[in-house]
């Protein structure tokens, strides 16, 4: 069972994932991974990215394309070519926020809500995106700073450490399984966006679903825990 928004002492801290939650970064992802692997003959369609690809790690990727196509390269070596593409493409073109993104954002920064960003993504990543948005003095923690990445806690656990909020204070946006896993193993609530993963796949394991930060039933609930 998720951990209920019911059992907030106190909402202090809200922890954002990045990719899928704040930002739509797949276009970016998928366009960059092709122009990586476009040496070697190789372009992924957009329909087998989001069926095979979509919020898994760019080291899974780039193995599990090798081994489809018979390459036999150093994965690591052009996880970091591609890498490098990405954030040229992030900071010469830039990312869209997801749909009421900064709406959300302000309404908590007007209720003194403390916010960090808690990445399964390589840092220079996160700071490149969190500058493309006009955010680039949040507060992050990625994937250089814990030993396991989620579905363990530990991102989530460091991120309310450095806002200095206990779990029991933080709601948690997240838009994938092993995300929402993670906030529930790190005891804090988790509301679940359905960019990335069906709604009937994240009904029961969070506290609550939303199509986007448009929700009108997200702006109230936030309000009514600031009273």
């Given at each position: ?35 990586a ?8 369609k ?6 095979n ?31 490098a ?9 830039g990312?869209p ?25 390589h ?11 006009g ?30 909020a ?8 997240e ?24 709604k ?14 448009s929700?009108?039933?997200l ?9």
């Amino acid at each position: 069972m998720p951990v209920q928004l019911t059992s907030l002492k106190r909402f202090k801290a809200a922890i954002f994932d990045l990719d899928g939650v704040m930002v739509d970064s797949e276009k970016a992802h998928l366009f960059t991974f092709n122009q990586a692997l476009s040496g070697f003959g190789i372009r992924i369609k957009s329909s087998f990215w989001k069926r095979n690809y979509t919020g898994i790690g760019s080291y899974a990727i780039m193995k599990d394309v090798f081994l489809r196509n018979g390459i036999k390269e150093d994965v690591k070596k052009w996880v970091k070519k591609r890498a490098a593409l990405y954030q040229e493409y992030v900071e010469s073109a830039g990312l869209p926020t997801i749909k009421g993104f900064h709406s959300i954002y302000a309404l908590l920064k007007r209720h003194k809500v403390h916010i960090a960003v808690a990445s399964g993504g390589h840092k220079p990543h996160i700071a490149a995106s969190l500058r493309s948005i006009g955010l680039a003095r949040m507060p992050f923690v990625g994937l250089e700073d814990v030993k396991h990445g989620k579905p363990s806690p530990d991102i989530f656990l460091l991120a309310a450490e450095k806002l200095k909020a206990k779990p029991s204070e933080c709601i948690i946006f997240e838009d994938s399984l092993a995300g929402v896993e993670a906030a529930k193993r790190a005891g804090m609530s988790c509301i679940a966006l359905t960019t990335t993963v069906p709604k009937n796949a994240l009904r029961g394991k969070a506290a609550l679903v939303v199509r986007d930060f448009s929700s009108r039933a997200l702006h109230k609930l936030i309000s009514s825990l600031m009273r």
